[in-house]
């Protein structure tokens, strides 16, 4: 009985979401009395792997197999199946990221398990078994009950605090033996976005709307992102006219993020643009008309003109950075 | 060639959310419904396809109630050939799926959205490929059939995939899929009338989940405001007061 983690990785590397996974596993696993396994597929040094001990980890299974790069759903989540079943984990864990959603659903198939995605924070209680999660598109909370004996969640990132947690960690090679023809997903073709500070893992959030009156006027919004380290978000309209990167586009229909600061300028905070981003922790919102929905959402605000606010900010900036 | 597309019967997405009974259960007094965003697109992407030739037939699937019916009849009235709807009230992801394997079994392709707007339960999809034992893509923004084989683009976390898998496949479809949805026009809304609306009891499967109850968020405290000439003083403030900056 234990609790087992899927950590995954960025070319070898683990992030602070797989941290925060393992610190958020190794609470459960406190709370039942167990101990936390996690599995790691594809190429990662020992020491890496062994980083997650700092987090609560006391074993991680480790994958190789080139197989697995192609993200095959069905592959991939028999293999997680498989080391559940070899652990006779209780509590399986998965991000709320693209892998978690793709495998997570598959996975309670096989395991005869409950699943409850986007879970966010430690659970309310462990006997029984209930977590929260936001529905409602982000508009409210429920709290769900998970009755099978063995349990599947992702979990939502920044929704819980890394902590450190020193374990004995060791490392065992494992081997899920899924057979080739379960592998059928052949990719053709891979587009890494680099050099750019991924929506998901932004602190800080610099977001332009139609207020910005064209994509010409981005110029000053992209040196505030590269002054905080931002990553660039827009509203929808933004991304359908084609003036920015439809990755940017945040709310319903587009990504939801959750950075401890999101500022919206000219963004008049319709409610499904506010359903991707009112997780986030303060959000400052510039505005020319007072009435705009935004400020009712906001925690700090300015009304009047985006372009006399920007590089007023870009000054503030620059002070608080020297 | 046949296509299976999933509609979940969702409230407007500029509906108030409230709760009856003690925060137990959704306040479904004056909800407008709709087909869910993402399924409303796949359902467009499915119409682009059978354009393109090469397929038979759309079909579009909903666990409901018979108040789903009309969200059906617009899924018809914007060119779904027939619909399917299983007569249960849904319990979770896991009951809805569960009840779709009953019909799911004849397509080479079907489509589910990434979520519904409602419970977001993001589960069907995936949960409904394994029951059916067949190959499933998530996070999908552009499907198309090429020589017998299904060239899809998929989002991964840092990047964008094209990848290539035979049928029968469930796609789980995601922003991109189709650019606007179609809206029915008349002749669709009377031909509709005529199209084929199955119904089919519920199989006996139990929840694997219980909703026990709702919260609204804390009210926020009010938005501090600060001078548009003096737009620095909010840096200050965010950098010293919040210490975010
Ligand atoms: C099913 C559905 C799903 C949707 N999903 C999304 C989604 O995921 N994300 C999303 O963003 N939207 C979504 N929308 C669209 C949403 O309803 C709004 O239309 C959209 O968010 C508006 O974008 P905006 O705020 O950029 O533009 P507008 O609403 O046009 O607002 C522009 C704002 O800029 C202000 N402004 C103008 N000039 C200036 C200036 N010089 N200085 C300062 N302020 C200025 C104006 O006062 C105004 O408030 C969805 C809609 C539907 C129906
Ligand atoms: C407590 C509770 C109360 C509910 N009350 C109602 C109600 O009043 N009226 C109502 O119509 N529904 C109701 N539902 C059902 C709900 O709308 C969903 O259909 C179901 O719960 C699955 O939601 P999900 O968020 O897990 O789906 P997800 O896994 O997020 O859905 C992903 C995709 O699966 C497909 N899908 C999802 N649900 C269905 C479905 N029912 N039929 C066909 N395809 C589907 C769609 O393609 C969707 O895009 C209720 C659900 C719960 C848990």
Redesign the pocket.
Known sequence: MSVLVYTENWEGKFKKLSYELASFASAIAKEMGSTVTALSIGHVADDELKSLGKYGVNKVLNVQDNRFESLDNKAVADAIAKAVASEGAKVVILAHNNEGKAFAPRLTVKLNAGLVTGVIGAPVSVEPFVVKKKVFTQKAFAKIQIKTDVKVLTFAQNSFDVVENQVDTVIEAFDPQIGDDEFTTKVNETNKITGKILLSDAEIVVS??????GPENWAGLEEMGDLLGAGMA??????DDGWRPKEE??????KIIAPNLYF??????????V??VSSSKFIVA????PE???FEFADYGIV??????IPQFIEGIKEIKS | MKILVLISNVP???TKIRFTGDNKAFDTSGVQW?IN?WDELALTRALEIKEAGGVESITVANVGTAATEPTLRKALAVGADDAIRIDAEPKDAFYVASQLAQIAKDYDLIMSGIES?DYNGAGVGGMLAAMLDIHSVSAVSGVSLENGAFTVQRDIDGGNQKVSVSAPLLVVVQ?GIAKDPRIPAMRGIMMARKKPLNVIPAAAVEARTEFLGYEMPEAKAACKMVDEDNAKELIRLLHEEAKVL
Do not use: E, L
């Not at chain 1, 332009?208 to 009156?213: A, L, N, Q, V």
């Not at chain 1, 586009?249 to 587009?254: A, E, I, K, S």
């Open positions: 332009g709307g139609r207020g910005m009156k827009c509203s929808r309209p933004v991304s586009h945040v709310g319903q229909t587009g919206a300028f000219g963004i008049s905070g319709a409610i499904q643009h359903a991707g510039v505005n020319k008309d705009a929905p935004i009047g003109d985006v372009f006399k606010v | 407007d997405t500029t709709i965003p707007s922003k």
